[in-house]
C-alpha cells in the first residue's frame, strides 16, 4: 500500500499517521517519491530487510515504531498471546539486518520501556512504547543537528566535500548526520558543494544522496566510485564526511563497501576524512572492527541493476554490503557530544563517561 506524495525540501524519512508507520520506499527513489504503510513489526522488519528503510539511525526509528505497531495491533488480546506475539515482534525484527547496531540499540531501548511496564493495561503498554518510538525519533532529529554544528566548523568555507553512500535524511529521522554536516554549512552561510560517489552496487549515492542536495540546492557533482582518486590527485577534493553503521569500541568504523578505499585513498593525498557517528553507532561491547558482522547481499544487486542484468550468466558473486575502516584512517569522529580527533579506545570510552 503506497501514498504518492510531492517531495519537498524537508525530507521525512519516517513518519507516523492514522496510527501506522509510513516510510518512503528508497528503493525507487529518484524515479518515484512514495510512501508505503506499516502496520506491524513483521512488516517493518521486511521493510527493513528490502531496503524501502535504510542508513543506521534510520533503521533504529523504525525498529522502535515496529515494537510500537506490534503492541498496538496485540493490545486487544489475552495478556499471555500479546507477551508472546510482541516477543516475536521483537525477534523478527532483530533479525532483519546485522550490522547496523541502531537497530539493536533500539530494540534494548524498547525492551526497558516494556520490562518496565510489566503487568499494565495492554492499552497502556501499547501507548508507552509509541511514546518511546516518537521520543527515538525526536531525539535522532535532535543528535543529528547537533553533530551537524560541531561537524559546520570542521569545514572551511568553499569546502568540495566528498561522501560515500547516503547519510543524510533518508538515512536519519531527518537532517542527516554526513549530510547533516553539510547543512549546517551551507546554513551557517558557508559555500559548500558535494561530490557523490555513486556507491555500487545499490546506488545510494547516484539515487538519494543526488536526490537530496538537489532538492536543497546545494551543488552536488555525481561521479563513478573509481573516480574518487583521480579528483583527489588533482586537487579537487577538500574533505571527505561518511556516515557509519558501527563503530567498534577501538574507533574502527563500519561503513557502505567501499569507504575503506576512500579512506585509504584520503590519507595519500592528506585528505581530512571524518565519520559523523551518533554515540549510539558505538558498539562497546566490539573491542575492534574485526568483530562487526558484515552482511552479504544478494548476488542480483551486483550482476545488474532492477530489470537490467550485464553480468555472465553463471559467474560467482561477492556481496558485502560493509566494509571496516581502521581508526588510524579516521581523521576524527563527529558526534553529539563533539569532535574527537584520532580516535582510539580511550577518546571513546570518555564519551560515554
Given at each position: ?50 531496503m524501502v528503510v535504510r542508513g543506521a539511525p534510520a533503521i533504529g526509528c523504525a525498529a522502535a515504531y515496529g515494537v510500537a505497531l506490534e503492541a498496538i495491533r496485540l493490545q486487544g488480546g489475552l495478556a499471555e498471546k500479546f507477551n508472546s506475539?510482541l516477543e516475536q515482534g521483537f525477534e523478527d525484527l532483530a533479525q532483519s539486518r546485522p550490522t547496523a547496531v541502531n537497530l539493536f540499540w533500539a530494540l534494548a531501548r524498547m525492551r526497558r520501556v516494556w520490562d518496565g511496564i510489566q503487568g ?150 592528506g585528505i581530512p576524512f571524518y565519520v559523523a557517528c551518533p554515540l549510539s553507532t558505538i558498539d562497546l561491547t566490539l573491542t575492534s572492527g574485526k568483530k562487526i558482522p558484515i552482511e552479504e547481499r544478494a548476488a542480483t544487486e551486483v550482476t ?50
Open positions: 500500500m503506497s501514498d504518492r506524495t510531492s517531495p519537498s525540501n524537508n525530507v521525512v524519512t519516517l513518519r507516523w499517521q492514522d496510527r501506522k508507520l509510513e516510510m518512503i520506499d528508497q528503493r525507487v527513489l529518484p524515479a518515484r517519491f512514495e510512501y508505503l504503510v506499516y502496520d506491524s513489526a513483521a512488516a517493518v522488519a521486511e521493510g527493513i530487510r528490502s506475539g499494565a493495561p495492554l492499552a497502556e503498554v501499547a501507548e508507552r512504547l509509541l511514546q518511546e518510538a516518537h521520543e527515538v525519533l525526536a531525539e535522532d532529529i535532535r543528535i543529528n543537528r547537533a553533530m551537524g554544528e560541531f561537524g559546520a566548523a570542521l569545514l572551511p568555507d568553499g569546502a568540495r566535500v566528498l561522501t560515500h553512500c547516503n547519510a543524510g535524511a533518508l538515512a536519519t529521522a531527518g537532517h542527516g548526520t554526513a549530510l547533516g554536516v553539510i547543512r549546517s554549512a551551507r546554513d551557517a552561510g558557508k559555500k559548500i558543494s558535494v561530490i557523490a560517489d555513486e556507491t555500487r552496487p545499490f546506488l545510494q549515492g547516484a539515487r538519494l544522496t543526488a536526490w537530496e542536495m538537489v532538492q536543497e540546492h546545494i551543488p552536488v557533482t555525481l561521479i563513478a566510485d573509481n573516480m574518487a582518486g583521480f579528483l583527489m590527485s588533482r586537487g579537487e577534493i577538500d574533505a571527505v564526511v561518511v556516515g557509519t553503521d558501527r563503530v567498534a569500541a577501538n574507533g574502527d568504523v563500519a561503513n557502505k563497501i567501499g569507504t575503506y578505499m576512500v579512506a585509504v585513498l584520503a590519507q595519500r593525498h545488474g541493476f532492477r530489470d537490467c542484468q550485464w553480468a555472465a550468466e553463471g559467474v560467482a558473486v561477492r556481496n558485502p554490503a560493509f566494509d571496516i575502516t581502521p581508526a588510524e584512517l579516521v581523521t576524527a569522529l563527529i558526534t553529539e557530544k563533539g569532535v574527537v580527533a584520532a580516535p582510539d579506545a580511550a577518546k571513546i570510552r570518555a564519551l560515554f563517561v
